[in-house]
């Protein structure tokens, strides 16, 4: 594959970017539901 | 911090994770296929393969920036001002920048092979880093502090603005002379000139990304609903407190 560096870094930018985005949204929904009630989480 | 009630934790509901494994299933295959499966083009080879995920985050972008405008207008016509418009609104500039960040920089890797520099003051180039600078303000305004309602009365003014730098970006390169290519699959004619696989790819590309879009929506607007839950909760203890200490 000819460019393969630059190929892979916008893979490895672009997917890296979205599951790091991912972890931290789901993490951050875990640890403030426990600070929040459940009347408060319409979506529960 | 709240003693209420707590049985349920996370924002994730059957829903999301629907779109969620969508995304995983349509990424997938751009991943593979991208790097793997799709052929080389005829004039730019291999450095075509950007383009599966150049062009999908570059639609994302486009889509959370007109989201975000139309979420405004919702609150801002609304007779109740619902702050749920204002939070889709937020969550959907969040990853729109985000999503405007990772196309400028594919695209500056891309231009570096096609063009022989990262970066040159092309219109397209240029007008898509302005409309990155503004929404980078727009999420600066979102923070400066205040009620719900304040925040949302001033950044929606500005959403409303900013959405009118998206058919200038998008209509540049038909304006003015610009080094970037003109527009493949949408071009005005109809005529898709790509090989079935390559255009495969690049539609699973623009599907994951939109579906995972529609995932990180949902869970930062219900994010930001707890966040202001919150707020609300401690302003709330706050008043009582000095209230008690005024009576005593």
Known sequence: ?44 | MNTETQTFTGVGTPATRLYGLMAIVALGWVLLGGLFFTPEDAVQGDAVRIMYVHVPTAWIAYLAFIVTGVASACWMIGKKHSIGFDRVAGASAEVGVLFMAMTLLSGSLWGRITWGTFWVWDPRLTTTAFLFVTYIGYLAVRGLGGTAHQRARRSSVIALLAVLEIPLVHFSVVMWRSLHQRATVLSPDGDIKMDGIMLFTLLCGVFGFSVLFAWLVSHRQRIMAMKDARQTTAIDVAVTERLKEAQS
């Open chain 1, 1 to 44: 594959m000819n460019h393969a560096g630059f190929i892979i870094a916008v893979y490895g930018i672009t997917f890296g970017v979205i599951i790091g985005l991912v972890v931290y949204t789901i993490r951050q929904g875990r640890n403030l539901s426990r600070t929040v009630a459940d009347k408060d989480k319409p979506w529960t």
